[in-house]
């Protein structure tokens, strides 16, 4: 069974029910009033934990010239990388008030770092885990430095090959990080369902023996019930207030409006994903759709039961069909009519089963 990990009091792991996580990302640019309005609607919708990013220094991006290309709701958008991020650079103390919020609401909070400041800045503020972006599964200091902050590490795997994953993995392991989650990032943005992967979750489970996560790059909210029934531990998914907002990860995010809606869907489809074993809930008697044995024709004592004297009909009333093997052949003990169910007092057995 795979090991859990928390991130605060939400517990990650095999048999616990999927953990929707809900991500406000960087859409918000520099308006930190939308970015807390939207974090006030996930507390007021009761969101288990809330993913984010921390930029706060432009210097992340070469400033080389390098055109970015990514689609948008009416199209394809060329923006430079580094202006990019410019616009949405604040300041650490304006982060730490917006994480603020979720600390004040008791949501657990999962931010994705870019350098080693702001992994120390998460320890500060009491973040539930340092998120390793996908760009940044090579960047082994930056994962040495997330290890050997005493948070969680939720590992993202990205455009990146088993060997990629065990390396990032050695690293943190060697850091002295062992409680980390491990995220599947489909390839694409948006990911058509066949590049999604999901069964890739049993190999991350046999290999790692740890969480698996899933960021949800398909337009819609249907990869996220096939995830859960996939055995994916939790779930990340961008919510924006605004679908038609111009910015990178718009296309796949969803509605901030239909949070509810689908955070009951997947605590149904956890629900549904149940148990490697049935529990019997019906007795015989109780069950309209077992057949009981009976007389088809009169049967005196003395007689002996015989697939030839008896039928079987629904609802039972006595011996259920199973059983007949265990009467063949055996002298009645009380007499009964023509289509009326055998019972093991017929047969000379009195039993409350």
């Known amino acids: 069974m795979v090991k859990k990990v928390y991130l605060g009091d939400v517990p990650v792991g095999d048999g616990c029910p999927a953990v929707f996580m809900a991500e406000i990302g960087l859409y918000f640019n520099q308006d930190m009033g939308e970015a807390r309005d939207t974090v006030e609607r996930l507390k007021e919708y009761k969101v288990p ?43 650490l103390d304006i982060w730490r008030k ?31 885990a340092v998120k390793i972006s996908s760009t940044n599964l090579s960047h082994i200091p930056l994962i040495r430095h997330a290890g050997k902050s005493g948070l969680p590490v939720y590992l993202d795997s990205g455009k990146c090959d088993f060997a990629d994953v065990a390396q990032a993995v050695r690293a943190l392991q060697e850091s002295g990080c062992e409680e980390f989650i491990l995220n599947h990032n489909p390839d694409g943005h948006p990911a058509p369902p066949e590049d999604h992967n999901l069964r890739i979750i049993e190999s991350y489970t046999r290999m790692f023996d740890c969480p698996v996560g899933l960021s949800c790059h398909y ?26 907002v111009e910015e990178w990860g718009t296309p796949w995010a ?14 149904d489809c956890s629900l549904a994903r149940g148990n490697t074993f049935r529990t019997k809930r019906y007795v015989d008697s109780d069950h309209a759709g077992r057949m ?14 015989q697939l030839e004297n008896v039928h079987f009909a629904f609802p039972n009333r006595g011996i259920v069909s199973r059983d007949f093997d265990r009467i063949c052949g055996v002298r009645v003990a009380k007499e009964l009519k023509a289509g009326e169910p055998v019972t093991w007092e017929h047969v000379g057995l009195v039993t409350s089963s």
């Open 49 to 91: 934990v809330i993913k984010g990013e921390v930029l706060h220094d432009v210097e992340v991006a070469l400033d080389d010239g390098f055109v970015l290309q990514y689609e948008t709701a009416s199209g394809i958008k060329a923006e430079p990388y580094r202006d990019m991020c410019a616009r949405k650079v604040q300041p």
């Open 98 to 128: 917006l994480y603020r919020l979720c600390s004040d609401a008791n949501i657990p909070f999962v931010v994705s770092a870019y350098d080693m400041k702001t992994i120390d800045f998460l320890v500060d503020i009491g973040a539930a």
């Open 219 to 244: 337009v819609g909210p249907e990869i996220l019930y096939a995830a859960v029934g996939a055995g994916y531990h939790i779930l990340e998914k961008p919510v924006i207030p605004d679908l038609t």
């Open 254 to 267: 969803m509605d901030l409006n239909d949070v509810p809606v689908v955070m009951a869907k997947v605590q």
């Open 292 to 305: 009981g044995i009976v007389a088809k024709v009169d049967l005196k004592p003395g007689d002996t039961f």
